[in-house]
């Protein structure tokens, strides 16, 4: 591996990426947009702090193509908190979240999402 590189850890193919989200938990709801996604889990900006480990319900407003049309698959799923980082000079929080409670079914919707982005991104 040369210098600068950085080796991706993740077992998921993970891609920069806005995706409607709501998260509801005990401090209560967010309603803001990923800044990347992947199938078992997403990163977004917040504006209340959460603790790590924090249980959330989550529901992602997904843009789908179905019969060459765009539609948008609503996935409901349970997810943690794993990371929460203040954002310097704004009263605003990043939150990594794990996806700990989603159907199979939905994951496969997910995988398949960002590997439809990442091939769209590869032909460019």
């Known amino acids: 591996m040369s210098q600068g590189t950085v080796s991706e850890k993740r077992k998921n193919p993970r891609i920069d990426h806005g995706v409607p989200v709501k998260l509801c938990g005990p401090a209560g709801d967010f309603v803001t947009e990923t800044r990347n996604?992947?199938?078992?889990?997403?990163?977004?900006?917040?504006?209340?702090?959460?603790?790590?480990?924090?249980?959330?319900?989550?529901?992602?407003?997904?843009?789908?193509?179905?019969?060459?049309?765009?539609?948008?698959?609503?996935?409901?799923?349970?997810?943690?908190?794993?990371?929460?980082?203040?954002?310097?000079?704004?009263?605003?929080?990043?939150?990594?979240?794990?996806?700990?409670?989603?159907k199979s079914s939905d994951?496969?919707?997910?995988a398949d999402h960002v590997s439809g982005v990442l091939a769209e991104k590869s032909i460019r």
């Open 37 to 102: 996604i992947s199938s078992s889990g997403a990163y977004c900006r917040i504006d209340k702090y959460l603790e790590p480990m924090t249980k959330l319900k989550i529901t992602l407003l997904l843009p789908v193509k179905k019969k060459g049309r765009l539609a948008v698959k609503k996935i409901v799923c349970g997810g943690v908190a794993v990371r929460v980082e203040n954002i310097p000079f704004e009263n605003a929080f990043n939150v990594a979240i794990f996806f700990n409670e989603i």
């Open 107 to 110: 994951s496969r919707v997910l």
